[in-house]
């Protein structure tokens, strides 16, 4: 069994070993950067794959039966442990390792620091782009109960039920700046930037530091935790971090493009 969050150094060591016939290297980074020069042996993923694209919130849980479609096509078999990255600090990474969660697939790491990590830690990448062969595709359903869903949050507010958290940027949680219809957040949502957990180079902190952290945030909270930001990246990123700790959280996939669109839905908004 791999950390959930492994180093350029780590991977590198796996791609060598002679034991590495079920690793399923996925770069989810734009289909522009790949044809560029990837990490060798890796598979193209194409994000949109991974989630619902239908209109008006593309960006929302898949069903689980394309979400099986898009396993095959990269070759996935449940006997495989996938390593994923790309070229945001592991935002899209991160939302596959949610989805694989749902599906109640756990074999999975992601590479710390994506392709800028692999680069700076002085690996080459390969411009001969692989192409796995497609695999059966899987009867999947979701299993997972790491999703929550507009009404359940709506419901939850007047008791104050669920620890929302806002992974967002500052000017984003306070209204400032805004990305649907829209500005503001869920009322009672506690911010705490997903960034928070990056050092300078963009790479994710130590498991020691990510604790403090969010066990700080929570300041003994023991109502269940619902994490949103805009568009399920870097809510998807609060849980993988979570996970990464030993801590089990929701996230709630519509996120502020669906909250922030619809107009019966409350908000709050200021600096209090």
């Known amino acids: 069994m791999h950390p959930l969050i492994i ?10 070993s002679e034991n590495n016939q079920e690793l399923l290297l996925l770069d989810l980074s734009a ?35 394309k979400f099986a479609q ?21 935002l899209k990474a991160a939302r596959l390792y949610w989805t694989l969660s749902m ?26 782009a692989k192409v796995s062969a497609a695999s059966t595709i899987m009867d999947l359903s979701w299993v997972g109960s790491f999703l929550a869903d507009a009404k359940q949050i709506e419901a939850s507010l007047p008791e104050q ?7 967002r940027s500052y000017p984003e949680w306070s209204g400032e700046e805004c990305y649907a219809e829209r500005a503001g957040r869920i009322p009672g949502a506690q911010h705490l930037d ?5 050092d300078e180079k963009g790479r994710i902190l130590s498991k ?4 403090k952290i969010l066990h700080n945030f929570l300041d003994g909270n023991n109502k269940e935790v619902v994490a ?36 019966s839905l409350p908000i709050e908004s200021g600096n209090d």
């Not at 990837?38 to 209109?55: E, F, K, L, N, R």
């Not at 039920?161 to 992974?167: E, K």
């Open 70 to 90: 898009s396993l095959a096509k990269v070759g996935y078999r449940d006997s495989m442990h996938i390593v994923a990255f790309d070229d945001e600090f592991g």
């Open 161 to 167: 039920n669920m620890f929302i958290w806002d992974a």
């Open 228 to 263: 949103y930001c805009q568009g399920h990246r870097r809510a998807a990123m609060a849980f993988l971090i979570s996970a990464y700790i030993g801590m089990t959280i929701k996230t709630y996939d519509g996120s502020w493009m669906e909250w922030g669109n619809t107009q």
């Open 31 to 65: 289909h522009e950067v790949y044809q560029q020069g990837t990490i060798p042996g890796a598979v193209y993923m194409d994000y949109a794959s991974i989630v619902a694209g239908i209109q008006p919130f593309l960006h929302k849980l898949p069903s689980a039966a």
């Open 194 to 198: 997903w960034k928070s957990f990056l």
């Open 103 to 128: 599906a109640g697939l756990s074999n999975f790491s992601m590479l710390n620091g994506g392709l800028g990590a692999w680069l700076e830690s002085g690996y080459q990448l390969g411009t001969d």
């Open 208 to 211: 020691e530091e990510l604790t």
């Open 7 to 16: 180093s350029a150094t780590e991977l590198n060591q796996l791609i060598d």
